[in-house]
């Protein structure tokens, strides 16, 4: 049994002296709202930030490539960062709008804890196959809500997993209006949803006003910084092939900019909105970098030739394990032991005997950093080719 230590009564009172605080308040709606209960040391929210940073599967946001996934240079984004500018945006204008920044810290640190590696294109890959074997689709804003609730259990609240789960990135609104949200029985049926539909997914809006902050830095906070890494990996040659008017060409600006402008029209609104000029703006340097970074022949054709297959006998190597029982392969000593022994202090946990092989398949990959999946790829087909990187002394002549 673990022992859980609190402050004395006699600091906490002059704590709250202090500080003026009368009562501790309390809004987490919780699946036990029995447990994790908010303290003077410990609020609602913070629980959730401090779940969301121990989970075992954030070690591995440091090494899952945002876009640009071939290139061994430790100046080039992964997700670690990225979670992390989502947050910090957020919560400066979730600061000046008043809102609760602990709420928006959970959702940023752990809207990306189920991606796949290589990016959106893994996940699209991992779809694919995921449909063709069940049917059912795959996500990452929904993996992330089944890691932090399902996988690990680790009772988020209700309003950390709806932001989590509707944080969608690549679907831009100008106007976000929370779209209320009270019970796990209404956000079980949206989360299920979503595997039988993509328009469930894409439809989907948060119920809170921190939650729809986080939906749209999700997108300031990769638009400039993507920029960024397609210059380093000389995708482009320079910043002049953009054009975004208003909001600027380069990273600093483009966050400064739609920060400004949210809260001007933001402020004292029941809604998260940008005004006409600059939300097209966003539209047209997102749509600039699809044509120039993400669609560019450089990114797309090593997915299409080399990663697409590698997914494909990877998933069909994994599953074949399963089906033969082979307690000896690496899924089952990496992924299915490993998540016993996590979750070994849970009344009544068993993993492969309650997870479709399928679904315990696609945890696994799911859960892999870039390096991980490559290097397991070597060890399952030792005389297969796999990728070669691009170097940090590639581009000296």
């Known amino acids: 049994m673990i022992n859980y230590h609190n402050l004395s009564e006699k600091i906490q009172k002059q704590i709250k002296e202090d500080k003026g605080i009368e009562a501790i308040f309390d809004p987490a709606i919780r699946r036990n709202p029995?447990?994790?209960?908010?303290?003077?040391?410990?609020?609602?929210?913070?629980?959730?930030?401090?779940?969301?940073q121990h989970c075992p599967y954030y070690n591995r946001y440091a090494d899952k490539t945002q876009v640009f996934s071939f290139y061994k240079n430790d100046d080039i984004s992964r997700r670690a960062l990225h979670v992390q500018i989502v947050s910090r945006i957020a919560r400066n204008i979730g600061s000046l709008l008043g809102l609760d920044l602990d709420l928006i810290e959970a959702i940023s640190l752990g809207h990306d804890i189920g991606h796949t590696p290589?990016?959106?294109?893994?996940?699209?890959?991992?779809?694919?196959?995921?449909?063709?074997?069940?049917?059912?689709?795959?996500?990452?804003?929904?993996?992330?809500?089944?890691?932090?609730?399902?996988?690990?259990?680790?009772?988020?609240?209700?309003?950390?997993?709806?932001?989590?789960?509707?944080?969608?990135?690549?679907?831009?609104?100008?106007?976000?209006?929370?779209?209320?949200?009270?019970?796990?029985?209404?956000?079980?049926?949206?989360?299920?949803?979503?595997?039988?539909?993509?328009?469930?997914?894409?439809?989907?809006?948060?119920?809170?006003?921190?939650?729809?902050?986080?939906?749209?830095?999700?997108?300031?906070?990769?638009?400039?910084?993507?920029?960024?890494?397609?210059?380093?990996?000389?995708?482009?040659?320079?910043?002049?092939?953009?054009?975004?008017?208003?909001?600027?060409?380069?990273?600093?600006?483009?966050?400064?900019?739609?920060?400004?402008?949210?809260?001007?029209?933001?402020?004292?609104?029941?809604?998260?909105?940008?005004?006409?000029?600059y939300f097209n703006d966003l539209k047209k340097a997102k749509k600039d970098n699809y044509e120039f970074i993400y669609k560019s022949e450089a990114v797309a054709n090593k997915i299409t030739t080399i990663i697409n297959p590698m997914f494909e006998k990877i998933y069909d190597k994994l599953l074949s394990y399963l089906n033969n029982g082979d307690k000896n392969s690496v899924i089952f000593k990496h992924h299915i032991e490993f998540l016993n022994n996590l979750n070994r202090f849970r009344e009544g946990y068993n993993y492969f005997e309650t997870t479709e092989k399928n679904q315990i398949v696609v945890d696994y990959i799911a859960s892999m950093t870039d390096d991980y999946f490559t290097d397991l790829y070597s060890y399952l087909f030792p005389k297969e080719k796999t990728i070669e990187y691009i170097s940090y002394f590639d581009d000296i002549i």
């Open 118 to 277: 290589f990016g959106h294109s893994g996940e699209e890959i991992l779809s694919k196959i995921y449909y063709s074997h069940t049917g059912r689709l795959f996500f990452h804003n929904v993996h992330s809500v089944r890691v932090l609730d399902k996988i690990f259990n680790y009772n988020i609240s209700l309003q950390t997993l709806d932001g989590i789960l509707c944080h969608n990135g690549e679907l831009e609104l100008k106007e976000y209006r929370p779209s209320p949200l009270s019970t796990f029985v209404e956000f079980d049926k949206k989360f299920e949803a979503c595997y039988n539909s993509k328009d469930a997914s894409l439809s989907l809006i948060p119920s809170t006003m921190e939650g729809c902050i986080v939906r749209i830095c999700d997108i300031i906070a990769y638009l400039g910084k993507d920029r960024q890494d397609a210059l380093k990996t000389h995708i482009i040659d320079n910043d002049n092939i953009f054009d975004s008017g208003v909001i600027g060409n380069f990273n600093a600006a483009m966050i400064n900019n739609l920060i400004v402008n949210i809260v001007e029209n933001s402020y004292g609104k029941d809604c998260i909105k940008m005004d006409d000029l």
């Open 34 to 52: 029995e447990k994790d209960k908010a303290n003077l040391h410990r609020p609602a929210f913070v629980r959730d930030v401090e779940k969301i």
